[in-house]
């Protein structure tokens, strides 16, 4: 069985920055595309980054082009996500996800617990 566990968020201010990881259990982190994903009070749950297999291709939302930036460490099994210029609408639980493509990473084989992050202004 695969389990997900994030950690990194909290509160900051408007323009600080949070660093996220996703630890994942189990033998096959290195078969999974990766993502994160995010779901604000009242909102769907949203796609925010995601990176291939080998960590070669990343892929962004178009809001946070250019302040975060997504990675992974396959001998570590963990994904991160490194938020710069947070912005208050950034405020939303943060969910790490593994999926078989980046076309399923809204609907991923597992998903973690999520974790919140909170951007005052």
């Known amino acids: 069985q695969v389990q997900l566990v994030e950690s990194g968020g909290g509160l900051v201010q408007a323009g600080g920055s949070l660093r996220l990881s996703c630890v994942v259990s189990g033998r096959t982190f290195s078969s999974y595309f990766m993502g994160w994903l995010r779901q604000a009070p009242g909102k769907e749950r949203e796609f925010v980054a995601g990176?291939?297999?080998?960590?070669?291709?990343?892929y962004y939302t178009d809001s946070v082009k250019g302040r975060f930036t997504i990675s992974r460490d396959n001998a570590k099994n963990t994904v991160y996500l490194q938020m710069n210029s947070l912005k208050p609408e950034d405020t939303a639980v943060y969910f790490c996800a593994a999926a078989r493509s980046l076309g399923t990473v809204t609907s991923p084989a597992y998903w973690g617990q999520g974790t919140q992050v909170t951007v005052s202004s």
């Open positions: 990176i291939s297999v080998s960590g070669a291709s990343q």
